[in-house]
């Protein structure tokens, strides 16, 4: 009775959290512990129950996460193998195949551990499994909370549609990343106007060291090459990453109207760390995601959690610390 009445506390609280702000990192921590703890009351309640049917459902809940564990695996190191041929060797394009061959590590790790006759071994094996719990936990949590908040979609008018910048092809161009964005924006913006709004749609981009223009210029040309009136268009063209991006844009529109309301366009795989960012930045209104290819999915996941594990790292940190000296302590 404990673990349910513990995971309804973590239940309440990620309603709370939810009432209070959709774009708090907490409520996904929130959602995965209750989650976590109703799942381990079902286990201890099947552990108690005497049944054939219970016993069967309980082998299933155990074995499935450890042959899913291989299955991920496989997936990842296949996802990066073509991440690798499709877009290079660049470090951000690798986070799949070496997330993936990290897990075999782990259960390799943990297969020596068990056959060896080695307190060393066993004490690092199991400090290794902790961690990697830890961080494989916080990873659940963040993708089953990212898109859960890309399903809820705003509804409210807004008077700016945001569109965050993506780095230019040649420089110049717009990519298939960052017209997937734009297109977003226009689509929202257009929903604005029939519902008898007049919002601005605000690009935001700066001028990078290997581009000849801003990408907020770039982005404004392909949408007015489009038909978008270009009086409707406001330019923020001083940014260089996310945070920048929402903290200049944020610093326009409060100028213009200090109680403005805005939605916010990255691609999906970005919209849950851009809120987190958003929030951070005073910017009032929520992001949405645009479509992105399939292959690219999970690195840039990875990379988006990656980023938000080093923007709390020292929370992290010191929650890795403890399972470190816990299980040295054996």
Not at 110 to 131: I, N
Not at 265 to 294: K, L, Q
């Amino acid at each position: 009775m404990l673990l349910y009445a513990l995971g309804s506390v973590f239940l309440l609280l990620f309603g709370v959290g939810m009432l209070r702000d959709r774009r708090r990192f907490g409520n996904a921590v929130c959602l995965g512990l209750a989650v976590a703890l109703f799942t381990l009351a079902l286990l201890a309640t099947l552990h108690r129950a005497d049944s054939v049917a219970a016993e069967a459902l309980l082998i299933v809940l155990v074995l499935v996460p450890a042959l899913g564990s291989l299955v991920l695996a496989g997936l990842l190191i296949t996802n990066g193998l073509r991440m690798v041929r499709k877009e290079g060797r660049r470090p951000a394009n690798l986070l799949a195949l070496l997330c993936g061959l990290g897990i075999l590590l782990v259960v390799a790790l943990l297969l020596a551990a068990t056959r060896a006759d080695s307190p060393t071994l066993v004490t690092v094996a199991r400090t290794v499994f902790a961690v990697a719990c830890y961080l494989s936990f916080l990873f659940a949590c963040f993708v089953g909370y990212a898109y859960l908040y890309g399903r809820l979609i705003p509804r409210e008018d807004v008077d700016y549609v945001v569109v965050l910048g993506a780095g230019l092809l040649d420089g110049s161009r717009v990519p298939p990343l960052l017209a997937s964005r734009l297109d977003r924006g226009r689509r929202l913006y257009e929903r604005q106007v029939d519902r008898g709004r007049s919002p601005l749609l605000l690009v935001s981009g700066g001028k990078g060291g290997d581009e000849q223009l801003p990408e907020a210029d770039a982005m404004a040309g392909y949408l007015v090459e489009r038909g978008f009136p270009a009086d409707r268009i406001v330019r923020e063209d001083r940014s260089a990453t996310t945070e920048e991006n929402l903290r200049f844009s944020h610093a326009i529109m409060a100028a213009a109207d200090p109680d403005y309301r805005c939605v916010v366009v990255t691609n999906n795989f970005h919209a849950f760390r851009a809120a987190v960012f958003a929030r951070r930045e005073g910017v009032r209104g929520h992001v949405v995601g645009s479509p992105t290819a399939a292959y690219f999915w999970p690195s840039a996941t990875i990379r988006e959690f990656v980023a938000l594990i080093v923007v709390y790292r020292w929370a992290n940190l010191a929650v890795i610390a403890l399972l470190v000296a816990e299980s040295l302590s054996f």
